[in-house]
């Protein structure tokens, strides 16, 4: 008999589940506990007193028992009190709506319109107020309808039991968090319902709207300075483009990827032709409404552009792994739109953080999709480059090292990947070389400098002498500099206190014992010209040459011959 077996995420899931109904559960039994206890103790004072009424009476039943005037005059009370139970509710609803719908957007209206809770509550205090008015009809000079008048009491009793309740759940409502909760939840049973259905096109629009509700939150938390409220938006949105759309996206219908302008307003005829070709009209959607909301987003807050990051890196991730290439694509080409406008803002602040889960989606894109991989580290570097042009050249070093990293993470999966890297690098540093600003040629150099002391301590002797030609063709005086700078340095903290922590020159301790061996590498490269030769032995301090002269040398970096070995380190970054 086979055994199926689930991974650890899958048992969270239906353990987080459960815990969600037993919080809700317990929310629902703490909003009713004042109304209950009002009730309650208006019950129980009426018995108490009541019965010590009563003693002095000549029954206790006929005490309780009303005549034909005493009902009438009860039934007017309750009547009135139901009309302002019912008043009360209304100004509830009205403020719940009005100030939500100001904070947000008036397509927030339709949460409260469509809530069965809003109109069952206002439905009962109506009948309640209607049966009243009947009940009194049946009173007469010489007859009391007993049990009726009893029923309306206890229908007043449950009117003011549910008021307060029903107040709290109004305000619980008009928080931000169970909005997108609710929202979010009507989000998944529209798309739940849309597969394998003749009516896929009425379910989309009411996915559509539930999505624009949640963007519409995200918009007004940004115009409001409420960060908290917008990254919870965006990681909502982020989570159900890949944990539930893509799961589920197999299952549809071909007519559920045709759209037209209807669908996305705004859009030129090529993206729709393009969204319709690769099926990818829904992702686009959502991660529109990221890049419009990285140009609202304050300079000054930059989690919310980090939370947009991440949220394109699980959907990409997701797509990568649910073998949806057009997806994950899309993502990558978002990154980039991402990029290009914290450019356009002059945010480097912004950059950070979206080059931190770009180079964490290149690394999840390297064991199913090398290439994807590849083109991320490309575009890094590409960036970084257009930033530094722009004035902001520490985002460069940003870049280099982002893409160091991401070489080191591929050696154990695909080593061709890390060699296609460490030429990539390489080029970039040789074509910034005479024009790159100080900072971001630094930037550079450390990048590369920091997968050789990788690939030298790791004796990864196929990279090293990629990097080690490259780092022996740029200026000696600046590879020097850059050296002793950080072979000099003792702190590694930044003297500034921004979206760096460790500082560009610092190199860490087991690494930083390869400097002498890279100094005697280009020692060696320079003086006999054997660059792409380079042994990598193990070499105390930096020594002479410990590798004889041949008559078959290899050429000199920038000698004729070395032209036919150009291509081992100018790869293209395109």
């Known amino acids: 008999m086979a055994v199926m077996s689930s991974t650890p995420g899958q048992e969270a899931r239906p353990q987080n589940l459960r815990q969600t109904d037993r919080g809700r559960a317990i929310g629902w039994i703490a909003a009713a506990l004042p109304g209950i206890a009002l009730v309650s103790v208006a019950v129980m004072l009426f018995l ?35 009309g302002v139970v019912l008043s009360i509710v209304i100004v509830a609803v009205v403020f719940g709506i009005q100030t939500t719908s100001s904070r947000y957007s008036p397509r927030i209206i339709g949460i409260f319109t469509r809530n069965p809770l809003n109109a069952l509550v206002l439905s009962f205090a109506l009948a309640s107020i209607l049966y009243t008015f009947l009940v009194r009809t049946e009173v007469k000079v010489n007859y009391t309808p007993i049990l009726s008048v009893a029923v309306a009491e206890v229908l007043a009793l449950l009117n003011f039991a549910i008021l307060l309740p029903y107040v709290s759940y109004i305000f619980e409502v008009m928080r931000a968090e169970t909005l997108v909760e609710s929202i979010m939840r009507r989000a998944k049973r529209e798309l739940r319902a849309a597969t394998n259905t003749r009516h896929a096109r009425r379910h989309r629009t009411a996915l559509m709207t539930s999505i624009a509700q949640v ?39 071909p007519e559920w990827f045709k759209v037209s302008h209807a669908e996305m307003p705004g859009a030129s005829d090529q993206i729709v032709a393009e969204v319709n070709r690769a099926q990818t009209w829904f992702a686009y959607t959502i991660m529109s409404s ?23 890196r699980d959907a990409g991730i997701a797509a990568i792994q649910a073998g949806d290439s057009e997806v994950a694509e899309l993502c990558m080409r978002f990154f980039n739109t991402y990029l290009r406008a914290a450019i356009n803002r002059s945010a480097p602040t912004f950059a950070s953080g979206i080059m931190n889960e770009y180079r964490r989606f290149a690394i999840g894109a390297l064991e199913w999709r090398p290439d994807l991989s590849v083109e991320a580290a490309a575009h890094l570097l590409r960036y970084g480059r257009h930033f530094e042009e722009a004035g902001m050249p520490a985002t460069l070093g940003a870049a280099a090292e982002d893409v160091a990293d991401l070489a080191i993470e591929a050696r154990a999966r695909d080593p061709q990947v890390t060699l296609r890297l460490a030429r990539l690098l390489v080029r970039n540093l040789l074509d910034l070389t005479p024009k790159a600003r100080p900072i971001g040629l630094n930037g550079m150099f450390k990048g590369v400098a920091k997968l050789t002391f990788w690939a030298m301590a790791a004796e990864q002797k196929d990279v090293a002498r990629i990097l080690v030609e490259g780092i022996a063709a740029a200026p000696p005086d600046f590879v020097h500099a850059a050296l002793d700078r950080m072979e ?4 590694g903290l930044f003297w500034e206190v921004n979206e760096r922590v460790i500082a560009f020159d610092w190199v860490e301790q087991p690494l930083r014992a390869e400097i002498p061996r890279l100094r005697a590498a280009l020692h060696r490269a320079k003086a006999t010209g054997n660059g792409l030769a380079v042994e990598l032995e193990e070499i105390a301090t930096v020594a002479p040459d410990l590798v004889p002269l041949t008559p078959n040398a290899a050429p000199t970096v920038g000698s004729p011959k070395a032209a036919a070995a150009a291509p081992v380190i100018q790869e293209s970054a395109d």
């Open 488 to 491: 000099s340095m003792q702190n």
């Open 48 to 82: 108490l007193f009541g019965v010590l009424d009563a003693i002095h009476y000549t029954s206790i039943r006929d005490f309780f028992t009303p005549d034909p005037t005493a009902a009438g005059g009860v039934l007017g009370l309750v009547g009135g009190a139901e």
């Open 290 to 312: 990221f890049v419009d909301m990285v140009g609202l987003t304050p300079v000054h807050r930059k989690e919310a552009v980090h939370a947009i990051a991440v949220a394109t």
């Open 215 to 253: 963007t519409d939150i995200a918009f007004g938390s940004i115009q409001l300075g409420d960060m908290p409220v917008c990254v919870l938006t965006i990681d909502v949105l982020g989570r159900f483009v890949a944990e539930d759309y893509l799961m589920v996206k197999k299952g549809f219908a």
